[in-house]
């Protein structure tokens, strides 16, 4: 598990208490925290460096592109002292912002000039509500690639966040790649109820794509997705309604909702030394507690007390986690049913998405972590270089050492995962697939497997078209399409 990193985890009842988190939360601004300190710096050695917010009040996260990353505390000193990862040791690095105004930096000895983008705001309607969104490019009139971030199951911001939202939005246009965010709904500045329904949120990003192509103009090369965990849900799905150029799904699953918990649950226990037999009663209890999210806390609760009532007094049974079965089995039932009304997030628990994979041409690059708490990925890989073999243009990065986030992690005596950088080559990656969609090279210790030659993406004049396929709320004309985006084709 993940400590001050996990704002970028896509879990159901951490969202929960996430949100209860960021409400309480003085924003940067009104802690008076000077903003001239945000942004990707170009260092005097040609390498770039990243200063976002930090997870905790008062500090900045920094990030190199090849992943190296830290926190920034103030100190006694006009020197700021960093904290390798997400861990509390210090690293020895040092930064201070010797006329923050004008954006100079030095980072730990290296002087630096903070790099200016084109940015414009925009106020967009869909479905329903105002989103609030941001199109951030590189300077200049060439053509260039944009990526429209897709969030994933998080309550907090996109645009004012910390976390790989925020980073990508100013990394990316460092290394020429425009990037679209926007609070998806009932997050930040954006309007309407928070919500898992992965056929809205995907209506949403049709729309997203089509504000950046708009505020794009003439400057936009190729367009696609990136989508972080949920994400990987939403993403895909939103590319099978409007052309795009590729989609990028990083550390997200093809498989169902419950069959992530149940991996997870499966996973976890195995790792603590498990018996096979035992996990297979681990992966009953956690079903009795799916069972009872699944009917919004209203039936199932017979079949959790027998459970509770046979397995409770096991030595295992405190180690039953899983996505959601922990807090389910974690409170009395009458606590559950009272708290309900807190989870009515429209998830779609049985959503299918390899219908929507199969059905989908559009090139896509999977980046999965082998060792990934909240998003298994053994099946997902195999399911993905099951698509890949059957000749659709599919590209897969296994990282066999990367956790949820694709950052490396150190494990503390208790069990504790503590992040401590993100995976060599992963933002190398999210930039070469969106310039071009071909990899080159190696990219740390990730495995490729390629898609073959002869797949078949979407034709180019549907590309540069923009034209929409299907919209959420559905037409006479495109069942077909919406049978294969609900999973159910």
């Known amino acids: 598990m993940q400590t001050s990193h996990a704002s970028i985890v896509g879990t159901f009842t951490r969202c929960l208490a996430a949100c209860m988190l960021v409400a309480a939360m003085p924003s940067a601004r009104a802690a008076g925290r000077p903003d001239c300190h945000i942004g990707s710096y170009r ?86 509500v105002t989103l609030v969104g941001r199109l951030i490019m590189p300077k200049g009139i060439d053509k260039v690639p944009v990526v429209v971030l897709v969030h994933g199951s998080e309550h907090s911001s996109a645009l004012s966040s910390p976390g790989v939202l925020s980073t990508l939005q100013r990394l990316l246009p460092a290394e020429g790649i425009g990037v679209f965010a926007y609070d998806k709904r009932g997050t930040g500045k954006s309007g309407g109820h928070y919500t898992q329904d992965f056929e809205l949120l995907a209506a949403d990003a049709v729309v997203a794509v089509g504000e950046a192509r708009r505020l794009a103009g003439a400057r936009l090369g190729r367009i696609g997705f990136w989508g972080g965990s949920e994400g990987g849900w939403v993403a895909p799905i ?117 219908a929507t994979l199969r059905a989908d041409r559009t090139p896509q690059l999977w980046i999965l972590g082998g060792e990934d708490y909240e998003a298994p990925s053994a099946a997902t890989s195999r399911r993905i270089k099951s698509l890949i073999f059957a000749g659709l243009p599919f590209t897969l990065a296994y990282y066999p050492h990367a956790e949820h986030g694709m950052t490396l992690f150190e494990t503390e005596a208790d069990g504790t995962r503590v992040s401590t950088r993100y995976v060599p080559g992963y933002f190398a990656l999210i930039r070469d697939f969106a310039r071009s969609g071909r990899l080159r090279g190696t990219y740390g210790d990730a495995e490729i497997t390629r898609a073959r030659r002869g797949s078949r993406p979407a034709s180019a004049a549907a590309r540069r078209s923009g034209m929409v396929l299907s919209d959420h709320a559905g037409s006479s004309d495109d069942g077909a399409d919406h049978e294969r985006h609900d999973g159910s084709g």
């Open 238 to 354: 939103a590319a099978n309604r409007v052309h795009v150029d590729f989609v990028i799904v990083c550390f997200g699953l093809a498989v169902d909702v419950i069959d992530e918990d149940q991996e997870e649950v499966e996973l976890q226990m195995r790792e603590k030394g498990y018996s096979p037999a035992v996990i297979a009663q681990a992966r009953q209890v956690a079903r009795a507690a799916e069972n009872v999210f699944v009917d919004d806390f209203k039936h199932g609760f017979r079949q959790l007390d027998e459970m509770r009532a046979k397995y409770g007094g096991a030595r295992w049974y405190k180690d039953v986690h899983g996505d959601f079965a922990w807090f389910v089995l974690g409170h009395p039932d009458a606590q559950l049913r009272k708290e309900a009304k807190e989870f009515d997030w429209h998830t779609p628990f049985y959503y299918d998405p390899m």
């Open 43 to 128: 260092l005097a050695d040609g390498s770039l460096v990243d200063i976002g917010p930090g997870g905790d009040e008062g500090t900045y996260r920094w990030t190199r592109f090849d992943g190296i990353t830290g926190l920034l505390h103030p100190s006694t000193s006009k020197a700021w002292i960093s904290t390798r990862g997400w861990t509390n040791y210090e690293d020895g690095i040092t930064v201070s912002f010797p006329n923050c105004a004008a954006g100079s930096v030095d980072f730990n000895g290296v002087p630096g000039h903070r790099i200016t983008f084109d940015v414009r705001d925009v106020a967009f309607k869909s479905h329903g």
